[in-house]
């Protein structure tokens, strides 16, 4: 699978128009890593976002709240080490 980049090295293309969003556990070692990950690399907002940084307003953000148009995958590299950071019952949603 050949993928285009946009600016965001987060997101990528594939040919056939799927969108990918790259999240990294290695750099979450607390919930509020999380979120900067989201705003910066799904929302593309530096600094402050005003989506709430919740669980729920993550929610919001799957289901394509604040211009994060469906349909996407997420891809979350490292993912183990997030849980580990940061615990498994915390990205229950």
């Keep these: 699978m050949k993928l285009v980049e946009d600016p965001n ?4 293309i594939d040919k056939e128009g799927n969108k ?10 607390n919930l509020e890593n999380f979120y900067d990950q989201v705003s910066t690399r799904v929302l593309k907002i530096n600094g402050e976002s005003g989506w709430g940084r919740n669980l729920d307003a993550f929610n ?10 469906p ?3 997420i891809i979350w590299k490292n993912s183990e080490m997030a849980r580990k ?4 019952k915390t990205f229950d949603i």
Excluded: C, H, Q, R
Excluded at 9 to 12: D, V
């Design 9 to 12: 090295p987060y997101f990528t």
């Design 71 to 73: 349909p996407y995958t």
């Design 20 to 29: 990918f969003y790259t999240l990294d556990g290695k750099y979450m070692n």
């Design 85 to 88: 950071s940061v615990g498994d």
């Design 60 to 69: 919001d953000i799957l289901s394509g709240g604040w211009n994060a148009e």
